[in-house]
T-cell receptor, first 115, second 111 residues
Framework: SQTIHQWPATLVQPVGSPLSLECTVE??????LYWYRQAAGRGLQLLFY??????ISSEVPQNLSASRPQDRQFILSSKKLLLSDSGFYLC??????????????FGEGSWLTVV | ELKVEQNPLFLSMQEGKNYTIYCNYS?????LYWYRQDPGKSLESLFV?????AVKQEGRLMASLDTKARLSTLHITAAVHDLSATYFC???????????FGSGTRLLVRP
């Protein structure tokens, strides 16, 4: 069966520090991969999605970046965090590149507090 | 710009009662998704609706899709406390790989 792992689960980072969140999917190949952010008490905002290695689409301008160095690995990074980057970050995947009605499955999430 | 609007945003209801959550969206789409989120947790997939007129039911929850009206509903029958959570609808714009989420409906079921 397919599983998605996301880490770290929680982190507290000072303003201006770098960030790296990592996500891996097991038990499937060629997945679509996504990074979403959820501010406290709010809905989900799509940050990045990827349909293949090295293929990253950015949805909103920000100081975050994403990379997909391997088929089932998706990394969210920042060189210098802002207070506004605080939130709940969710990695997600869907079974194949066509997507075509397959549901998107979410990881357990990473709580980021920027202080 | 694609908009996905849910209402109500907050719903407090008594156990045993029925209610409906509405999800309106502003673009053409044949695919509509419902998720549940418990406090502090990730999202759990509830339903995937893939065509006009689609209806799916699981336990006390039933979801439907009207693509012509750009409307989906999530109906709760005889609510129980365990249904307390935040419910999100999400739309997949045509020919895209991504889901756009509504703001969520926070449901509280009171004894």
């Amino acid at each position: 069966s397919q599983t998605i792992h996301q880490w770290p689960a929680t982190l507290v980072q000072p303003v201006g520090s770098p960030l790296s969140l990592e996500c891996t999917v097991e038990g499937t190949s060629n997945p679509n991969l996504y990074w979403y952010r959820q501010a406290a008490g709010r809905g989900l905002q799509l940050l990045f999605y990827s349909v293949g290695i090295g293929q990253i689409s950015s949805e909103v301008p920000q100081n975050l970046s994403a990379s997909r160095p391997q088929d089932r690995q998706f990394i969210l990074s920042s060189k210098k965090l802002l207070l506004s980057d605080s939130g709940f970050y969710l990695c997600a995947w869907s079974p194949d590149r066509s997507h075509s009605g397959n549901t998107i499955y979410f990881g357990e999430g990473s709580w980021l507090t920027v202080v | 710009e694609l908009k996905v609007e849910q209402n109500p945003l907050f719903l407090s209801m008594q156990e045993g009662k029925n209610y409906t959550i509405y999800c309106n969206y502003s673009t053409t789409s044949d695919r509509l998704y419902w998720y549940r989120q418990d406090p502090g947790k990730s999202l759990e997939s509830l339903f995937v609706l893939l065509s006009n007129g689609a209806v799916k039911q699981e336990g006390r929850l039933m979801a439907s899709l009207d693509t012509k009206a750009r409307l989906s509903t999530l109906h709760i029958t005889a609510a129980v406390h365990d249904l307390s959570a935040t419910y999100f609808c999400a739309v997949e714009p045509d020919s895209s790989y991504k889901l756009i989420f509504g703001s969520g409906t926070r449901l509280l079921v009171r004894p």
